[in-house]
């Protein structure tokens, strides 16, 4: 009996990375990005150089920081490279817009990932073959784009 491709979930994907200090003797931070199913990122295995951070006032430095924006942004284009539909959403003092589809899809197992340009947190709801919703924890004036994974 074969498996049905709706049985298979992909839960997350990850993408590792490294930071030289550009001095031998400092050594390398790692840390790892996951990109969940509902198609949010977080930051997750910090290492400094040396080793696991287990205290949450261990400072990590600013250019750790800036590399973790720069891999969000590289992770964020290799979304939107290889997702089936996206787009911009232009919202203005609302907290929820809805995104249909030219064509239904067959099933709701789509994934949905979202960009904005501020911290603002978000949730799919609706999801249907036809579309889905984007809402916002908070009103907001901006732009927000999406990307649809099958």
């Known amino acids: 009996m074969a498996l049905h491709p709706s049985l298979?979930?992909?839960k997350e994907s990850t993408f590792s990375y490294q930071v030289s200090s550009g001095d031998p003797c400092k050594g390398s931070w790692c840390f790892t990005l996951v990109l969940n199913q509902n198609g949010k990122i977080g930051v997750r295995n910090i290492k400094s150089p040396t080793g696991s951070i287990c205290d949450s006032g261990t400072q990590i430095p600013q250019s750790v920081l800036d590399a973790i924006g720069m891999a969000k942004n590289?992770?964020?284009n290799i979304v939107a490279q290889t997702s089936t539909i996206?787009?911009?959403l232009n919202f203005v003092d609302q907290t929820g817009q809805s995104v249909v589809f030219a064509t239904p899809f067959t099933d709701t197992s789509y994934r949905v990932y979202v960009t904005l340009e501020d911290?603002?947190?978000y949730r799919i709801i609706n999801k249907t073959t036809t579309g889905f919703d984007?809402?916002?924890n908070v009103t907001y004036t901006g732009p927000v784009q999406y990307?649809?994974?099958v």
């Open 134 to 136: 984007i809402e916002l």
């Open 86 to 88: 996206n787009g911009t």
């Open 119 to 121: 911290f603002i947190d």
């Open 74 to 76: 590289q992770v964020q």
């Open 8 to 10: 298979l979930i992909l």
């Open 147 to 149: 990307d649809v994974f």
